[in-house]
């Protein structure tokens, strides 16, 4: 049948099986959205405050679903105004399709009013982009688009589509995806057979789960290795929810501001098995010093990070869950229990501290969030102090609920992120635990949360300070805080109530639990603003560039 490029765009977003989306309307992109206006009651459009709430939202939105996040945006800086989210996106392997509309044809490349290469922009922070300038091309564009965005290592793609193609009609046929199937072409039998080899000689290994365990579904054949092996194991910030709290043998999150457990294992580990990771500087603080005297095993989709940040000893490239398939059939029935015992009384002898007392401290109120929602709710951070206290103390049950920006770190990403975590669960409590300075940077999308009828609770754990930049200054820059001090005397709670939602304060322990109640109960968008004291430490902590043995703990500095 015969359609307008717009229309074209929409039954492929139909096909794709997308209901929601994210953005913000602009002159380039009328066309589009008067043909959603058509198809409304098949696609839910949420209206952010700002393009990069949309982003975010579209980006917490596939992470909590596991589906391609969309977002649309019009020319110029509406689509500038997208680009930290689709680095974010692309950074953690996030699939994410970035929809923009540019001037027309005859326009480009003349410096036109909102003109802008955002092609060229986004090149490095994609996994591919396109510009469309034939409205013939356009719906295969989409379905590749789509299909680069979910397959092998997911990440974020952008289509930038001319005005004019948006309005010139083309010949559309209804084409039905095909199913993206795991990698497994590159995973070589042989591979399979020295990773094994290497783990049935062990003594002493180490599990290391990261975000590719998330994204391959490779919870359960994960599980069902360690099982068989009964070795520890240990969590990224991005694995965080494939391996339970509570299982025995976890020794939680390891890296710069990991349990001391975890850190400890890895550098007493003689073979340490990364899976899904990619050892960023986080990880590996020094790679010099790190797992020192361990062979190394990488389990990645991804062939350009074997061997990148860390030398290995053996590798398997493919999908996560494929490769615990083969491997957990090819490791001994040896057992490494006695090692295991040996990691859970080290963190045991080094539990994760903190001030007890009369005083509101951030680290009980994570765990009144855990007794409340049970462990239940999807919980969306900002980044900072209180993103490693969340990662540091909050129990994890499932992967997909903990919603934080790993790789590039995003101040401002929580909230957009909660919101679309929410349009995606609509049944779930979400939560975001922000800090005041990030606040500052996407309050506005409580206006989205508000109108659009995505109630998420906003738990602010407010130290008037940038508390994490502040920490660096305090334990590296003598004391010299260099603009991170926030008393900006802004009435929080006043502003959470001019935006409609409701509003608590807390200042003492005892408050929290009932302000969370309230909030969970009202079924309405929330903040609760809990005033901490301004020198409160995330701790353990390893410095940048430095090894295991330079670990800060709560016992060093108090």
């Known amino acids: 049948m015969l359609l307008t490029g717009s229309e074209i765009l929409i039954e492929c977003l139909k096909e794709q099986g997308v209901d929601v989306v994210f953005g913000y309307p602009g002159g380039a992109i009328l066309n589009v959205y008067d043909a959603l206006y058509k198809h409304s009651s098949e696609i839910k459009h949420y209206l952010t405050s700002h393009e990069q709430g949309a982003s975010h939202a579209a980006d917490g939105y596939a992470r909590s679903t596991g589906k391609v996040g969309v977002c649309l945006a019009t020319s110029g800086p509406g689509a500038t105004n997208l680009v930290t989210g689709i680095a974010t996106a692309n950074l953690d392997s996030i699939p994410l399709v970035a929809i923009t509309c540019n001037v027309g044809l005859p326009l480009l490349g003349k410096d036109s009013f909102q003109e802008v290469d955002i092609t060229g922009i986004t090149m490095p922070i994609t996994k591919h982009n396109y510009i469309v300038k034939d409205v013939n091309d356009l719906a295969d564009t989409i379905r590749s688009a789509f299909r680069i965005a979910a397959s092998g290592r997911k990440g974020a793609v952008l289509v930038d589509i001319t005005k004019d193609v948006t309005a010139n009609k083309a010949e559309y046929t209804y084409k039905a995806p095909e199913p993206i199937l795991p990698k497994t072409d590159s995973i070589e039998e042989s591979d399979i057979e020295s990773a094994a080899e290497i783990i049935n000689n062990a003594k002493k290994p180490l599990l290391c789960v990261g975000g590719g365990a998330v994204a391959s579904g490779a919870r359960d054949e994960i599980l069902s290795f360690l099982k068989r092996t009964d070795m520890p194991v240990c969590s990224t910030s991005m694995g965080l929810g494939v391996i339970p709290s509570d299982l025995s043998g976890y020794m939680g999150m390891i890296g710069m501001h990991g349990t001391v457990g975890a850190n400890v294992a890895a550098n007493e580990c003689d073979v340490f098995i ?19 005297g361990a062979k190394v095993l990488h389990f990645d989709i991804d062939p350009a990070e074997i061997n990148k940040n860390v030398m290995t000893d053996a590798s398997v490239v493919g999908d996560l869950r494929e490769i615990f398939k083969h491997i957990k059939n090819k490791v001994g029935t040896v057992k490494f229990t006695p090692w295991k015992e040996e990691c859970i009384n080290i963190c045991k002898e080094n539990p994760l501290k903190y001030f007890d007392g009369n005083e509101l401290h951030p680290q009980f109120i994570i765990e009144k969030i855990n007794e409340v929602t049970k462990g239940e709710a999807i919980i969306a951070t900002e980044v900072g102090q209180h993103q490693m206290w969340a990662c540091q103390f909050l129990t994890q049950k ?6 934080t920006s790993g790789g590039l770190g995003t101040m401002g990403y929580g909230l957009g992120a909660a919101i679309g975590a929410k349009a995606g669960n609509p049944d779930k409590t979400v939560i975001n635990i922000a800090g005041d300075g990030c606040f500052y940077m996407n309050c506005n999308e409580l206006a989205t949360s508000v109108f659009s009828d995505l109630p998420v609770i906003e738990v602010l754990i407010n130290n008037e300070v940038l508390g994490m930049v502040r920490q660096w200054q305090t334990l590296f820059y003598g004391k010299r805080y260099s603009q991170t001090t926030l008393r900006k005397g802004t009435d929080f709670c006043k502003l959470a109530e001019a935006f409609g939602a409701l509003a608590f304060e807390v200042r003492k322990p005892e408050e929290f639990e009932p302000a969370l109640r309230k909030a ?6 929330c903040l609760i603003n809990c005033i901490i004291d301004n020198d409160e430490m995330v701790l353990p902590m390893i410095p940048a560039g430095k090894g295991c043995d330079s670990l800060i703990t709560f016992d060093d500095m108090y």
């Open 398 to 403: 499932y992967p997909r609920h903990l919603i």
């Open 520 to 525: 969970m109960e009202s079924g309405k968008t």
């Open 274 to 292: 990364s899976a899904g990771t990619r050892f960023s500087d986080r990880i590996a603080t020094d790679v010099s010093k790190f797992v020192p």
